[in-house]
């Protein structure tokens, strides 16, 4: 077993960290106090982004992306998990269902997605209907060669813009299908864009679909095609999210290890009392090991070693782990900052509001934990653990 990053993977790594700290990590507290950056800012990120290959990273080459391994995403996930306020967004690549299109769709919503003019909005949550997707009520019914859309989706991750929406429709019994709808498609609206508790670009908006008819031509993946597509997305974003929380626990180490070094309090340095010293090594531990998981079963998946529902479970166990761990590290670094990390000058106070989600959006740890179990009880231990 090799653990040691190819000097391929460190030039990216590092190529990535200059990125972040360079285009994404100025830019915070305008997003923090504004949640938005100028329209030309973004653009010259988005434009950056690209000149140092970190986007459209998880596109094949034959479509025109740069096909990077699961590991190189991985590993620029995590540098990019070092930005607060969703930053951490212009890097990476759009949702991979958009490379399930044909190819009229992929010209029409790839090929923008890929020269970074915008991701789609994935709409699948509904209000009565979040962990548990057997409640989805949102329909799509046939009516000649149209398709009418009737539901309500809440937290529609960029939903406030962009080119479309991809819709999550039940079309029959069992049958749950994907839909494009386009902005300005009559029948589709924002219904009431409420405020949450990180500060990022992205909205999520609650968005209703009333009599809302789309053509044959925005049907992704066919009929009944939406839980695989959508299986598929959540074994790279768990993955994503994982690795971007080890950046994320990084920098809030980082920043812990050098406050403590500067910091005095009774004669002392602050690590030098062990109840704080005990916060740094404890994170330290937890780091670690959640780094081993995340690089562990992200090479596993570049070398074909799991089956993908193998994956499945480990892609979840990280996302759990990961998603913890940095929500302990954030909560013990906010407390050895004191009343400096309550404030949202410091990265502390912004990152511990941003990482509470991660344990919740994409599912939550429960939902892991119940993937996890099922993992357990129907797959060899011996070879999904490494025992
Ligand atoms: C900022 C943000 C952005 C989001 N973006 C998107 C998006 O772009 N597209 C999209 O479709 N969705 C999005 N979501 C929705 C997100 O995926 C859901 O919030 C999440 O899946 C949980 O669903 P829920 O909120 O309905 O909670 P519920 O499902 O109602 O769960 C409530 C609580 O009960 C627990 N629970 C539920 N079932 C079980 C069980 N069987 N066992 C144990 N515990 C259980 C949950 O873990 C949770 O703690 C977003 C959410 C947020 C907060």
């Excluded at 329909?139 to 962009?162: C, L, M, P, Q, Y």
């Amino acid at each position: 077993m090799e653990f040691e990053l190819t000097p391929e993977l460190k030039e990216l790594q590092q190529r990535a960290l200059h990125f972040v700290e360079q285009e994404l990590i100025p830019h915070e507290m305008t997003v923090d106090t504004t949640e938005a950056l100028p329209k030309e800012i973004r653009a010259q990120i988005q434009q950056k982004a690209l000149d140092y290959g970190l986007w459209p990273m998880n596109v094949p080459k034959e479509l025109g992306g740069l096909g990077s391994s699961v590991m190189e995403q991985t590993i620029v996930q995590e540098q990019a998990g070092r930005a607060t306020n969703g930053l951490w967004a212009h890097v990476g690549g759009p949702y991979n269902a958009l490379l399930r299109g044909n190819e009229a769709q992929r010209k029409k919503y790839l090929e923008p997605a890929m020269r970074g003019e915008w991701t789609v909005a994935y709409a699948v949550t509904e209000p009565d209907a979040g962990s548990d997707t057997t409640n989805l009520q949102t329909t799509a019914v046939k009516k000649g060669d149209r398709w009418v859309i009737n539901g309500n989706k809440w937290f529609v991750s960029g939903g406030h813009e962009g080119l479309a929406v991809l819709v999550h429709t039940i079309t029959g019994p069992g049958e749950e299908t994907l839909f494009f709808v386009d902005h300005g498609t009559p029948g589709m609206r924002t219904v009431r864009t409420p405020r949450f508790m990180h500060r990022q670009e992205d909205r999520h908006p609650e968005m209703a679909f009333e009599n809302c008819e789309v053509g044959e031509e925005q049907l992704l993946g066919g009929i009944g095609e939406a839980n695989n597509i959508s299986k598929s997305w959540f074994r790279e974003e768990r993955l994503h999210i994982a690795a971007r929380c080890l950046g994320a626990a990084q920098r809030l180490l980082e920043e812990a290890k050098v406050w403590c070094a500067e910091r005095e309090s009774f004669g002392s340095k602050l690590h030098e009392h062990q109840g704080i010293g005990w916060m740094l090594a404890d994170s330290a531990t937890e780091l670690y090991a959640a780094r081993l998981m995340v690089y562990a079963t992200s090479s596993e998946e570049d070398a074909g070693r799991s089956d993908p529902k193998e994956l499945h479970t480990k892609a979840s166990m990280c996302k759990l782990y990961a998603s913890e761990m940095v929500g302990r590290v954030a909560d013990r670094v906010v407390q050895i900052f004191g009343g400096r990390g309550y404030c949202a000058d410091y990265a502390a106070e912004r990152l511990y509001r941003d990482v509470r989600v991660d344990r919740i959006w994409e599912g939550t740890s429960e939902i892991m934990r119940s993937v996890i179990v099922n993992g357990v009880m129907k797959r060899d231990l011996n070879r999904m653990l490494g025992g």
